[in-house]
């Protein structure tokens, strides 16, 4: 999802294919006999080393340098605002003041959300109830992060903060510059907002001076409507507590607490967060509440050694850090926001039981189905059943599958019914059966039972804005514009990628009457295609065409309403191929037409400079009419695959991973979008992207490093490289390049991905 995109282009990757032909055969022929040895222990043991968390965090990457673990709960950070497109995150690597450092922070997003319990120590600054000013200048030389911890020192405040986390408990530790007397602002009034505020509408809160104690619960409005309760537990008692007064519009307290720390200097704070209520937030912290700082440090750390160890890539040092920074982004969300006791509020605010003692959150549907989720098949194939069983419950709670959540409710952000495709993915991985790589499985009719009420029952309590109907849809087969108030296209062919996941499912459970009725929904996209334009155009109630048309004008109802979300025809038209590639290369006329569309789609420019509306609508990091920065644009490069010039596209792919992720803080152009950026980048280094979610394959690229090596559950390996050879190999069988078998790479021990010629 994009609002807005990055103003430059980030700085060259390394040449990602520098094997000359002979090293290259010598290698492939090395590996296939086995003398090529996997990476030794000492290389995994540091991997996070190569991790940079402010990549992204300059521009409109919106990352957070936050402290995290692999799809954690909660997410301690700095916060530069509280508001504005730009502080989705809360943070900015150019802003020159820290407001304070909050608990919860989503990574990528587009719109700003969370941000709860906002503390700021400092020691000699004398604050008061008349204090209006907390905020202090970072001393940027001293701001580091690394999976797992963020450290900084603010010289005017006297302190140097360090932040580490477990999955459900932060926990931060102020070293100051004196002893004795310190203070610490704990602002329960803060939060990211969207608009202007204020966010809460009401609030309870108690300090317990002897123990060192704060809780309470906040109710907000924002982005979604939710309560936070949380417990913030200091290792030293609370000497002084003075209350700030209200602002205007204040729901929640501000705190000034004193301590004495003697002849110390250091402060601790936990802070724990539930859905649910304070005692939810108590639980969660027992269970990590005795845990020294250095040993949770060491724990988040050994966590993402783990997790990022699953990949290894034999490159440079540069290019490692672009790609390990973007696999650590993939792991960052969706987030399991259950309590320790399995508790769980949730999309309309009831208190849940947690299907196997989880439930994610952070569920940016519209964007991770692509490629965030796949990759999760490959690379954390335990935490599937678990999203799949979240958006189970979801649906039974509030009528139909998530579409975007956060903190567990429904934001009805962005269109079509995402979640349906990353379902169809998992069954046709084999991941709803119970035993196959996973703990558990989910259960496959209750799942398709699922996805067709979602697909065909009415929504009454959905917002005015958003699908609340199936009515003209099943009349027309398509929405027509005069209909529906913007997005008329964009809608129809993303709920058809839904409607062939439904009919996928509907063939795997045995249910054939199912699967052609949705078979022949998912064709509605036919019915936009205009033959005259070559391009999927409005057509309102008569079938008479949108006029005026002009495929280059993009459109999002935020910004310049019209037929499209954050695109253009031209990027829109190739949406159906994200779940039947080979109809839509048929209905152009066959694959010599298919790529001769594709080559002018990767040279049409736009005339004249973006303007800065344009910026708002997914037009930047440019090949032609190419956008990668924003997600409708993520497969097209590797639909070369359907015509008699791959090599077109492996070279695309080259250039993109070159041109549009960098090392630096301004690394990422465009929201990373809960990591979907970044999975691009993985599963294209590894020479491969599902172009087609929902069916279990992937298709062929170019591999981006002279090796890699994917590790899987049963403890095998798959070794990745650079063919010497054209064409797709896998233990030397021949391979189709359009359709490469998830199941196929779980039994291999080595793929080749050679250039097309």
Known sequence: MKLLLLKGLARHLPATNGLRWGAALALVLASMAGLVPAPAAAARSDITRHVDPFIGT??????????????????????NADRGWSY?????????????????????????????????????????????????APDKQTESARPGVYRVTLPDQGVRVELTTTQRVAVHRYTFTRPGRVQVLVDLQH?????????????????????????????????????????????????????????????AARYLLGFDLGAGRVLHA????????????RRNLAADEDKPFNTVRTAADGQWQALLSRIQIDAGARFKKIFYSA?????????????ADGRVRGPTGQVIDAPGGVYYSTLSLWDTFRGVHPLFTLLVPERVPGFVQTMLAHQRAQGYLPLWTAWGRETHTMIGNPALPVIADAVAKGLHRQGVAVDQGFDLQAALQAMVETSTLPRPRAPEWAQRSWDVYEQFGYIPLDKIGTESVSKTLELGIGDDAVARVARAAGQPDVADRFTRRAQGWRLLWDAQTQMMRGKDSASRWREPFDPLVPTSPMNNPGDYTEANAWQYTLTPALHDPAGLVAQMGGPAAFEAWLDRFFSVQAPGRPSQTSQHLGQEALIGQYAHANEPSHHIAYLYAWTAAPEKGQALIRRIARSFYGSGPDGIIGNDD????????????????PVVP???????????????????????????????RPGVWLDGRRMDAKALPHAALLQARQLEVGSAR
């Open 327 to 339: 696999l650590y982004r993939t792991l960052l969300h969706p987030s399991d926001i259950a309590d």
């Open 674 to 689: 809960c990591g979907q950026m970044s999975a691009w980048l993985v599963l294209s280094t590894l020479g491969f992207y």
């Open 270 to 281: 936990r802070v724990a967060l539930s859905t649910v209520d304070v005692d939810g937030a």
């Open 191 to 251: 939060g990211l907002l969207f608009g202007d505020g204020p966010r809460v509408t009401q609030a309870t809160s108690s300090v317990d001076a002897a123990r060192g104690e704060l809780t309470g619960t906040t109710h907000a409005r924002n982005w979604v409507e939710r309560e936070a309760s949380f417990i913030v537990r200091f290792d030293q008692p609370i000497a002084s507590v003075t209350t700030l007064p209200l602002r205007a519009g204040d729901k």
């Open 88 to 136: 989705s995150s809360g943070y900015q690597w150019r802003a020159p003041r820290i407001l304070g450092f909050s608990n919860t922070h989503i990574s990528g997003a587009g719109i700003p959300e969370l941000g709860d319990v906002l503390l700021m120590p400092a020691a000699g600054k004398g604050w008061s109830a008349q204090s209006t000013d907390f905020s202090a």
């Open 58 to 79: 300059d521009g409109t990457g919106h990352v957070t340098p936050a402290a995290m673990v692999p799809f954690g709960m909660v997410a301690p950070g700095p916060d």
């Open 694 to 724: 929902a069916s279990g394959d992937y298709v062929a690229g170019t591999v981006l490093v002279r090796r890699a090596t994917l590790a899987r559950a049963d403890g095998t390996r798959l070794v990745i490289v650079p063919g010497w």
